[in-house]
């Protein structure tokens, strides 16, 4: 039997000029995403070539289905379809109506509804590109004389002109530090007062000598013939960069995301999504978010090495080999702890060099509690933090990203050291303030690191641009969307 595909109903549409498109006589590709997801970024991907190639009778309609809170958030949707190119219509659907009406369970879920609006196929998740194309040519020879050729409805906002777009990592460097301009797929040098100093690659999205693609984490490596390693994310490949003279080179990666299943100790040439890296005793490590798992990487051979997590996406501690990570996305050393922002499970985790390695867990309960509360780290909530960073008296501070606030983790409780922020996603101690990426304020900048934070409480604070402080805590929801509960286990039919 033909189902009909339900009238597409939302808060308001985007890239359309505000105005619903007109789909008669089209296909129509649904994407239902959410862009905390980076299994709904792998399938953006995916859907490019698609759209080139069918250009004149496809329209990819995103549904933008949130998980979290400040997903609903409806600037955050328009600056997330601003990061991350979405070049197509998006409707916005915080409600989760248009979920509902197909009876999405996961996130991403895709639909193809031919030119007579009836459902012809959906699918739950990434890789299905090759079926879609021979799919999508099949319905254009089945109602070649029916479809209604050209007129796009995509219509591209204004464009933005600030000197970062959406900036993602920084580290440290000599007399200044080197921040990923995420959506300008660049690197940049800055001086100590945040000034723009030199600009590395091209700014366009690509995989060759002069290109990176949306890069993310950086490290300063040792003894290399470049100076920094950069997470190039989306083309799922490191690259060195040499800072004198601009030089990129690839180290490891194909420019395409692994699709196997890879255990600890296991290796692979394909990366999936790398989102930061860190150098620690020794070696590169990955914090591979696309497959949920940290990987080691030799940078002479290139060897890529998984050192922590199965692929199962979820939160479970013990040994490296049986531990569960959701979508790692920041790194910081203290010694010989790794501790790792596990964005997904709004939690904070440590890796720690025992005889049997160990992964346990800071602050964080699962894949569907959140919120904004401080408090004994055992019951305190973030919000899907992508940046940790260790304080001089050896406390850990979190970007927690979607609750716009810089979090404290000392001594088994959770306090909140500054908010209102701009979804921050990475935190660096530069003497007594803490550089601050403001990711979608397109900035860095400075805040005072707390005097209780300093390894000699009775130093002077530092002059520093004063920011909205916390006067205290405050509490949340763990789950303000419906139906999942705090108690939804990994295995939820509503997952990413």
Same mark, same amino acid.
């Given at each position: 039997?033909?189902?009909?595909?339900?009238?597409?109903?939302?808060?308001?549409?985007?890239?359309?000029?505000?105005?619903?498109?007109?789909?008669?006589?089209?296909?129509?590709?649904?994407?239902?995403?959410?862009?905390?997801?980076?299994?709904?970024?792998?399938?953006?991907?995916?859907?490019?070539?698609?759209?080139?190639?069918?250009?004149?009778?496809?329209?990819?309609?995103?549904?933008?289905?949130?998980?979290?809170?400040?997903?609903?958030?409806?600037?955050?949707?328009?600056?997330?379809?601003?990061?991350?190119?979405?070049?197509?219509?998006?409707?916005?659907?915080?409600?989760?109506?248009?979920?509902?009406?197909?009876?999405?369970?996961?996130?991403?879920?895709?639909?193809?509804?031919?030119?007579?609006?009836?459902?012809?196929?959906?699918?739950?998740?990434?890789?299905?590109?090759?079926?879609?194309?021979?799919?999508?040519?099949?319905?254009?020879?089945?109602?070649?004389?029916?479809?209604?050729?050209?007129?796009?409805?995509?219509?591209?906002?204004?464009?933005?002109?600030?000197?970062?777009?959406?900036?993602?990592?920084?580290?440290?460097?000599?007399?200044?530090?080197?921040?990923?301009?995420?959506?300008?797929?660049?690197?940049?040098?800055?001086?100590?007062?945040?000034?723009?100093?030199?600009?590395?690659?091209?700014?366009?999205?690509?995989?060759?000598?002069?290109?990176?693609?949306?890069?993310?984490?950086?490290?300063?490596?040792?003894?290399?013939?470049?100076?920094?390693?950069?997470?190039?994310?989306?083309?799922?490949?490191?690259?060195?960069?040499?800072?004198?003279?601009?030089?990129?080179?690839?180290?490891?990666?194909?420019?395409?995301?692994?699709?196997?299943?890879?255990?600890?100790?296991?290796?692979?040439?394909?990366?999936?999504?790398?989102?930061?890296?860190?150098?620690?005793?020794?070696?590169?490590?990955?914090?591979?978010?696309?497959?949920?798992?940290?990987?080691?990487?030799?940078?002479?051979?290139?060897?890529?090495?998984?050192?922590?997590?199965?692929?199962?996406? *979820?939160? &479970? !501690? +013990? /040994?490296?080999?049986? %531990?569960?990570?959701?979508? =790692?996305? $920041?790194?910081? #050393?203290?010694? @010989?702890?790794?501790?790792?922002?596990?964005?997904?499970?709004?939690?904070?985790?440590?890796?720690?060099?025992?005889?049997?390695?160990?992964?346990?867990?800071?602050?964080?309960?699962?894949?569907?509690?959140? *919120?904004? &509360? !401080? +408090? /004994?780290?055992?019951? %305190?909530?973030?919000?899907? =933090?992508? $940046?940790?960073? #260790?304080?001089? @008296?050896?406390?850990?501070?979190?970007?927690?990203?979607?609750?716009?606030?810089?979090?404290?983790?000392?001594?088994?409780?959770?306090?909140?050291?500054?908010?209102?922020?701009?979804?921050?996603?990475?935190?660096?101690?530069?003497?007594?303030?803490?550089?601050?990426?403001?990711?979608?304020?397109?900035?860095?900048?400075?805040?005072?690191?707390?005097?209780?934070?300093?390894?000699?409480?009775?130093?002077?604070?530092?002059?520093?641009?004063?920011?909205?402080?916390?006067?205290?805590?405050?509490?949340?929801?763990?789950?303000?969307?419906?139906?999942?509960?705090?108690?939804?286990?990994?295995?939820?039919?509503?997952?990413?």
């Amino acid at each position: 039997m033909r189902v009909r595909a339900p009238e597409l109903r939302g808060r308001r549409w985007l890239n359309t000029g505000g105005e619903p498109p007109d789909l008669r006589g089209k296909i129509v590709l649904l994407d239902f995403w959410t862009f905390c997801c980076v299994n709904c970024l792998h399938v953006l991907d995916e859907l490019r070539p698609l759209e080139a190639e069918f250009a004149d009778v496809l329209v990819v309609v995103g549904v933008h289905s949130p998980k979290f809170a400040h997903e609903g958030d409806p600037a955050a949707v328009e600056a997330a379809v601003e990061r991350y190119g979405v070049h197509h219509p998006v409707l916005d659907d915080p409600d989760l109506a248009m979920w509902d009406a197909f009876a999405a369970r996961a996130w991403p879920t895709l639909a193809v509804i031919d030119p007579e609006g009836y459902v012809v196929a959906q699918m739950a998740g990434e890789g299905h590109a090759h079926g879609l194309a021979v799919l999508i040519r099949g319905l254009v020879e089945t109602f070649d004389g029916g479809l209604r050729r050209g007129d796009s409805p995509y219509v591209a906002p204004p464009s933005p002109e600030t000197t970062l777009r959406f900036p993602g990592k920084v580290i440290a460097v000599d007399d200044g530090f080197l921040v990923s301009d995420t959506a300008h797929h660049q690197v940049v040098l800055l001086d100590s007062a945040l000034g723009e100093v030199r600009r590395y690659g091209s700014g366009r999205r690509g995989f060759d000598a002069e290109s990176f693609d949306e890069p993310q984490g950086l490290a300063a490596v040792p003894g290399q013939p470049y100076d920094v390693v950069v997470a190039d994310s989306v083309n799922h490949a490191l690259r060195g960069l040499r800072l004198s003279d601009g030089t990129i080179t690839t180290i490891a990666g194909t420019g395409e995301p692994l699709r196997e299943r890879v255990p600890v100790g296991g290796s692979a040439v394909e990366l999936s999504t790398p989102w930061d890296v860190a150098w620690w005793e020794g070696r590169l490590v990955v914090a591979m978010a696309g497959v949920h798992q940290l990987w080691t990487v030799d940078l002479d051979s290139g060897e890529a090495t998984v050192l922590a997590g199965t692929t199962n996406e *979820g939160l &479970r !501690d +013990g /040994p490296v080999t049986d %531990a569960f990570f959701a979508q =790692p996305s $920041g790194l910081a #050393v203290d010694g @010989d702890t790794m501790w790792v922002a596990d964005a997904e499970t709004s939690a904070v985790r440590a890796v720690s060099l025992t005889a049997v390695p160990q992964v346990s867990t800071a602050v964080g309960l699962g894949l569907f509690d959140f *919120g904004f &509360r !401080d +408090g /004994p780290a055992d019951s %305190a909530l973030l919000q899907h =933090p992508l $940046g940790v960073g #260790v304080l001089p @008296d050896g406390s850990v501070a979190v970007a927690d990203t979607y609750n716009g606030a810089i979090r404290r983790i000392a001594a088994g409780q959770v306090t909140t050291l500054a908010e209102g922020l701009a979804e921050p996603s990475d935190v660096l101690v530069d003497g007594d303030t803490l550089v601050v990426v403001e990711s979608a304020a397109h900035r860095l900048v400075r805040l005072p690191i707390p005097t209780g934070a300093r390894v000699d409480a009775g130093r002077t604070p530092s002059a520093a641009r004063p920011h909205r402080w916390a006067r205290g805590s405050r509490c949340g929801s763990t789950s303000p969307r419906r139906p999942a509960s705090t108690s939804t286990p990994a295995s939820a039919t509503r997952r990413c």
